[in-house]
């Protein structure tokens, strides 16, 4: 016997309601639906990041309406555990995985029985291709959005990448990850303030306290990638694509307006090293140590590679500037690094793009910097794994 409709159960009553908790995409008791609108396409997928974790993968496509983005929830009537918001509590976070920086995520909350009761609000993404942690205030609601109220029920969320632009004026298909979409509650989540300025340390990218930020320009595409020679070492993947500009590069920052802590150069120290691998020995690199209020006090040199397809740690010394090009002067802040791969030529002159990679930038102090074991990694046997990129 068939009995193709199981009768609603209505005598049964509503199920004990469930109290909120954080929406990881991880616990296998939970059925996780994303429903798209507008021209999005969402599924649950693994981190791209690697490893096992589970996070939701949303496409805004190239046909999206402005206003595309998806539904997530776990309950029936596309619904979530109601948001406990509360006059102190109106923040929720979310991890971001975004394609840039500056990108507007919009979340919405609603009430699932009554779309009228809605409250939206934005974040912006910091980074490109990294996660991030996005706060998202609902008391601070999207202009010409309804205000939290706290008589209202939400119990329903949207997410909306790139709110306010179509596909079609972002101009391809963009791809966005979310996950750990968390309800702040009431320890006070007052923004750190800001630290005293940091001093100078090397930058390893390898450090889970700082958010580095690899900003591109002139043609460049870069991102922050596993060292496959060296197990878990993050490095600084750049590609000089075939457009790319005679002088792109990529600006490597940990600090606001894509700042870094004051490099420390003295009378007696205006050297810095890096590693690098490029694809040919003889290829310039250029390192511009800039002040990031300041655009106009800026210090270049140049340090030629030596080796193909291998790290090596190239020096470079701001003493020495690049012909044509500022002096180092001791009374400026320079706060702000670029490199510049293959310097000089075009993508086009060069005919294919090239990919770099840099690690360890480190300003070397007046007493020489011995070499830690940690990046004893000139046993070339480890690199092979490169190749396999
Ligand atoms: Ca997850
Ligand atoms: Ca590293």
Known sequence: MHSSFAAPTAAAGQPASVSWSPITFDDPAITYTLTDFGG???????????????????????????????????GPNFSVPQIPF????????????????????????????????????????????????????????????????????YNKVSVFPNFGL????????????????TFEASTPT??????????????????????????????????????????????AKIIKTLAAELWAGTTISTGPNFSVPQIPFSATATTMTMRVWAPAAGIPIRLKVEDAADPTKSCETEAVT??????????????????????????????????????????????ADTTYYFDDLTFA????????PAHADASTGQLVAHHVR
Do not use: H
């Open 86 to 153: 509360s006059a102190t509590d109106t923040i929720m976070t979310m991890r971001v995985w975004a394609p840039a920086a500056g990108i507007p995520i919009r979340l919405k909350v609603e009430d699932a029985a009554d779309p009228t009761k809605s409250c939206e609000t934005e974040a912006v993404t910091t980074v490109a291709n990294a996660w991030e942690t996005l706060t998202f205030n609902f008391a601070n609601q999207a202009p010409g959005t309804a205000a939290l109220n706290l008589a209202y029920t």
């Open 306 to 351: 030596t080796v193909a397809n291998a790290w090596e740690t190239l020096t470079f010394n701001f003493a020495n500037q690049a012909p044509g090009t500022a002096a180092l002067n001791l009374a400026y802040t320079y706060n702000k690094v670029s490199v510049f791969p293959n310097f000089g030529l075009t993508g086009a002159q060069i005919g």
């Open 365 to 372: 102090a007046s007493t020489p910097t011995t070499p830690t």
């Open 166 to 181: 179509t596909g079609a004026q972002i101009g391809a298909d963009t791809t966005y990850y979310f996950d750990d979409l």
């Open 190 to 235: 007052t923004p750190t303030p800001t630290p005293p300025p940091a001093s100078w340390s090397p930058i390893t990218f390898d450090d889970p306290a700082i958010t580095y930020t690899l900003t591109d320009f002139g043609g460049t595409s870069s991102s922050v990638v596993l060292d496959a020679a060296r197990g878990a070492n993050n490095v």
């Open 40 to 74: 999005t396409s969402s599924s649950v997928v693994l981190d791209p990041a690697g490893g096992a974790n589970k996070v939701a993968k949303i496409i805004k496509t190239l046909a999206a309406e402005l206003w595309a983005g998806t539904t997530i929830s776990t």
